[in-house]
């Protein structure tokens, strides 16, 4: 199994938003229905100033139907309604009461689907994206990721909460606008409706334009976090190199193309708003001309012209922004091609039926072989003049899919290496350095997939795939080469992987890691706190707590990638003193550059570009005079 594989889970953008929106569906419908009624009441009012005017000012014949006809009739017609005037208030603040009810149903469930949406695809990118192999994260850029989890599920949030319910909704109060305004005066509907295509359409374009600028800004900003994250991750490096100059001119660089982004990107809404503004000027301009033409010539009566009026615009908003709706709903397709690139990233799977065997067993390397995959280069931000360049289609296309990995091309960075640990014993791994120590144990972890035709590696005689990933990680502890610490106290670090906390085991085990002392010297002891990354240890502090860490966990199998190099030759003899009286019967693994870490091993595997170049005890080994005698004779003191 490659393990960066992506699927067709969810083949298209619209199966994923289906599958997003499925919590969330009822608010939504809610939502729509209530928008329809605020649209239904809000044309209610042109119609109440008609009949104000024209029958109850004007003394018109009311051409009410249905059950207002009848009730109007009953209480005595519209000369009723001119005595009677707050008979109309109460009716104009009864359709305003509603309107005002159904809006705040239609914000409150829309903002209730919206949440639930947004925290579904929250929770379920975050769930996948912590399941992804290591290799998927190798190959993914960490700004990348996070930006799909935030601006691109915000992106579809507001498609389907604002752009869709509004598309409906302006799709009704047109519909209706229209019929209303057409039993007024047809010749007049058509001399408004004239010109809302052409509206829509000029909103339609205007609104791709600025899509494709909003892009830009979009990538801007990217570059830049992107830019400003890995900054302050390596602050001590460009402190240290007195790169701060540097840098700032660097991010002065891209800043200021952001800001001109963002400059173009409001010049075209200006003009956007002002030529608007400009056609749905003429547009009333035209009603109000047209209309007054024919109240003169008698055809229509003053409230009619007035709620024909109120009708048109009511219609000069919704015109617009349908314009704006169509044009953005491509955006919020790229957003959720984004989204569906990692929801079809394969997780880490487990085999059909898998195993858990003894751990406390022989673990056995046979032939296994391994290339790393390889990747396209990313895109770096180094060139902030390249924006833009690329035609819109090209980054969509980039943004949807990403590189695959290709394994082939490399060199293996481990050939054919077979050997046995017996249970309980101690190994140690000694090789320069990239001679693929660590990549071994990572294979044999299953942070790494030993791909089918690569060997294999088996503990106690059942292959390392078909055991049970979570089981695997657990009895295997590792402390790793580059030991990483979360932002907590050092008790809460060293207990990381336990569920209950006792001062006691914690101290027992950074005992162990001859860590106690240093850490009681502490002003506040197991309380202090570790920055983030652990920033406020020293290295050799940051190891001996990673090996603290391990120690409480007590596995059966314990591997030390290189977990000594950063304490004194001291320290060094004294943890693994006290190691070999705790880890009597535990498998264990060292791995080092110094030979004296690791010369007591029951058996020393020396390896050099990949392939065991010998082994043995130290004694045969130094006999022997290969790699091993060579490395020794350095490393005495002259
Ligand atoms: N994620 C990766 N992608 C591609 N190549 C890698 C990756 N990680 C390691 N390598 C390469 O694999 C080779 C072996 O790396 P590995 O980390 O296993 O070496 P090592 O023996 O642990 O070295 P050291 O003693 O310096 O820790 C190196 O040449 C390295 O460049
Ligand atoms: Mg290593």
Known sequence: MQPTNTTQKYNTGRSLLFHFVKGSKRFFGAAVLFSMAVTVLDLFNPKIIAFTVDSVIGGKEADLHGFLGDLLA?????????????????????????????????????????????????????????????????????????????????????????????????????????????????????????????????????????????????????????????????????????????????????????????????????????????????????IVSFGAVLCVRGDLTAGEYIAFISYNAMLTWPVRMLGRVISEMSKAGISIDRIRYIMNSVEELDAEHTQTPEMNADIVFEHVSYAYESYPEQEKAEDPEDTGKRKKKDREEAAAQKPEPKRNENPNVLTDVSFTIPAGSTVGILGGTGSGKSTLMHLMDRLLELPEDGGRITIGGCDIRNIDRAYLRKNIGIVLQEPYLFSGTLAENIALTSERMELDDVRAAARVAAFDETAMKFSKGYETYVGERGVTLSGGQKQRTAIAQMLLRKPPIMVFDDSLSAVDAETDAKIRAALREESRDTTTILIAHRISTLMHADRIIVLDHGRIAESGIHEELLEKGGLYRKIYDLQQPA
């Open 74 to 286: 009953d209480i005595g017609g519209p000369a009723y309604l001119r005595t009677h005037l707050y008979i109309l208030a109460v009716f104009v603040a009864a359709v305003a009461l509603l309107g005002a009810v159904s809006r705040y149903f239609f914000r409150l469930m829309n903002a209730k689907g919206q949440e639930k949406l947004v925290r579904k695809m929250r929770d379920e990118l975050y769930d996948h994206i912590i399941h992804l192999p290591l290799t998927w994260h190798n190959a993914n850029q960490t700004g990348d990721i996070i930006q799909r989890c935030t601006s691109d599920v915000d992106t579809v949030r507001r498609f389907l909460a604002e752009q869709l319910i509004n598309l409906m909704r302006v799709t009704i109060l047109i519909f209706f606008a229209i019929i209303f305004m057409s039993r007024i005066h047809m010749g007049l509907t058509l001399v408004a409706v004239a010109l809302v295509p052409v509206i829509i359409l000029y909103s339609f374009f205007f609104h791709s334009r600025i899509g494709q600028s909003f892009m830009k800004v979009d990538e801007m900003e990217g570059r830049l976090s992107a830019m400003v994250q890995e900054n302050l991750t390596g602050v001590r490096v460009v402190r240290a190199f007195g790169r701060e100059s540097y840098e700032k001119e660097r991010f002065g660089k891209f800043n200021e193309l952001f800001m001109n982004s963002w400059v173009r990107l409001m010049r075209l809404l200006a003009i956007f708003w002002a030529t608007g503004d400009f056609v749905s000027g003429l547009q009333v301009l035209l």
